[in-house]
């Protein structure tokens, strides 16, 4: 599975982004899609998580209420809707994917980075 990131960009503290994650070949429902990020200087986090299928999704506690994990299956995309962004939203993200039950993340695409400035 290959996988695409973008729609990254500089959005002032309060704005929205969408990031897309484009999937390269049809993707089996029982897959898990996962969102993370990585901030300067920190180690890479969690972010949002989903099955392909479009079951359980879940998002880190840090952006409850403010991200949102979705799937188009007709467009082979994972999104992640961004809103009231902060600062501390800084970050490159990253999409990954893994078949369900395994312990890694064995596919992940190139990521895009979100900046939250005034």
């Known amino acids: 599975v290959q996988l695409q990131a973008s729609g990254g960009g500089l959005v002032q503290p309060g704005g929205s982004l969408r990031l897309s994650c484009a999937v390269s070949?049809?993707?089996?429902?029982?897959?898990?899609m996962g969102w993370f990020r990585q901030a300067p200087g920190k180690e890479r986090e969690f972010v949002a998580v989903?099955?392909?299928?479009?079951?359980?999704?879940s998002v880190a506690d840090s952006v409850k209420g403010r991200f949102t994990i979705s799937r188009d299956k007709t467009e082979n995309t994972v999104y992640l809707q961004m809103n009231s962004l902060k600062p501390e939203d800084t970050a490159v993200y990253y999409c990954?994917?893994?078949?369900?039950?395994?312990?890694?993340?064995?596919?992940w695409g190139q990521g895009t980075l979100v900046t939250v400035s005034s």
């Open positions: 990954a994917s893994k078949p369900r039950g395994a312990d890694h993340y064995d596919s």
């Open positions: 070949r049809r993707t089996f429902s029982n897959y898990v």
């Open positions: 989903t099955l392909w299928s479009g079951g359980s999704p």
